[in-house]
């Protein structure tokens, strides 16, 4: 049809999309990754605000701890957040992963819980209950709830009867009208989750990993880029193009930054991880996240680590699924990187 808009905007794609980055280096990090701060929005800390974490609960397995804690993020702002710590004999410090929910209700999800906190004694869903994987292979997990999922929703959505209802449209609408986004809102709360993780004894703080799935993966991405504490970072059900998934779909409006891509495509900005070790992991039958765009992506941070000459810090696994969490290779690699330091 004439009228139809689809050729204007695949032209505006390619006039603001840069291609001219000759060399992947620190240089290029510095120019790119402060702007794609900023984009996220600002978020702060007031001066006198303090963590001041409380112990909400704690339950005992035969094999890990299980404590849930809230802390303050910031001004008006608490979050509750799940740690898991294996039991062992040895008293040495332990490797820590943040590990990041996408859509569903909440970090109960990552945790083998139900939404109404009962045990998961059937089929895990999509997130494969990947916390309990990570703290059974001997590392501290820390699974925040992320704003806007399961407790933290917006009161007008705590009503409903679907438990994986979310208050992520109201939210990233009202802060988009305000200069921030409801992506750098979430990666701010992960930097201050770290903040807490760091300061536990059994933490090691030199070994701090991320994982994220789905949304979580964006935020894992995005926290990695900007706070160098996370020394190995998991991305599974996310890495893409832009252009390839947020852009080829309605997504949930806490996938988009304003203006991001005149700074630069999805694996240029998850590339600015680089040299730091990097796994990304995808279903080949995801149709959120489509494996084609996933080989194009990767192509690109393939780059970026040969320039800075950590091809080895870069790995992947495409397995035979859909839009979901794998787990196969990519917790293994986490725990070898974490363990290498």
């Not at 802390?71 to 039991?87: D, F, G, Q, R």
């Not at 994982?211 to 020394?231: E, H, P, Q, W, Y």
């Not at 040969?306 to 699924?321: M, N, T, V, W």
Request: net charge negative; hydrophobic share 40%; glycine share 8%.
């Amino acid at each position: 049809m004439m009228w139809d808009p689809g050729q204007y905007i695949e032209k505006l794609y390619h006039q603001t999309v840069r291609n001219d980055t000759e060399t992947y280096n620190e240089e290029w990090k510095q120019n790119l990754k402060a702007p794609f701060q900023k984009s996220m929005g600002e978020f702060s800390i007031p001066p006198q605000e303090k963590l001041k974490p409380a112990l909400l609960e704690k339950v005992e397995t035969d094999d890990y701890k299980q404590l849930r804690v809230e802390i303050t993020t910031t001004e008006s702002l608490k979050a509750p957040v799940y740690v898991l710590i294996p039991k062992r004999k040895e008293k040495t410090k332990l490797p820590v992963v943040l590990a990041l929910h996408g859509h569903g209700y909440g970090s109960k999800e990552v945790i083998g819980m139900n939404s109404d906190g009962t045990e998961n004694l059937e089929e895990p869903g999509i997130h494969k209950n990947f916390a309990l994987e990570l703290v059974r292979k001997g590392m501290i997990v820390a699974a925040p709830e992320m704003i806007g999922f399961g407790d933290r929703k917006l009161a007008e959505d705590r009503h409903s009867n679907l438990p994986t209802v979310n208050s992520c449209f109201s939210l990233a609408s009202q802060l988009l009208l305000m200069g921030k986004t409801l992506p750098g809102l979430r990666v701010f709360e992960c930097r201050r989750v770290l903040d807490y993780i760091s300061s536990l004894d059994e933490v090691d703080p030199e070994r701090i990993g991320c994982m994220g799935f789905s949304g979580g993966g964006l935020v894992a991405a995005f926290t990695s880029v900007l706070d160098l504490r996370i020394k190995a970072t998991v991305i599974t059900g996310y890495t893409n193009t832009f252009k390839g998934s947020i852009m080829a779909r309605r997504h949930c409006l806490d996938n988009y930054i304003p203006g991001i891509l005149q700074l630069a495509e999805m694996p240029e900005l998850i590339g600015l991880i680089a040299p730091r070790p990097l796994f990304i992991e995808a279903g080949t039958r995801d149709h959120l996240f489509p494996i084609r765009q996933v080989e194009e992506a990767l192509k690109t941070l393939n780059e970026i680590y040969q320039d800075f000459d950590r091809r080895d810090a870069l790995a992947h696994h495409f397995f035979k699924g859909n839009h979901e969490i794998c787990g196969d290779q990519s917790i293994d690699w986490l725990l070898e990187m974490l363990n290498k330091i």
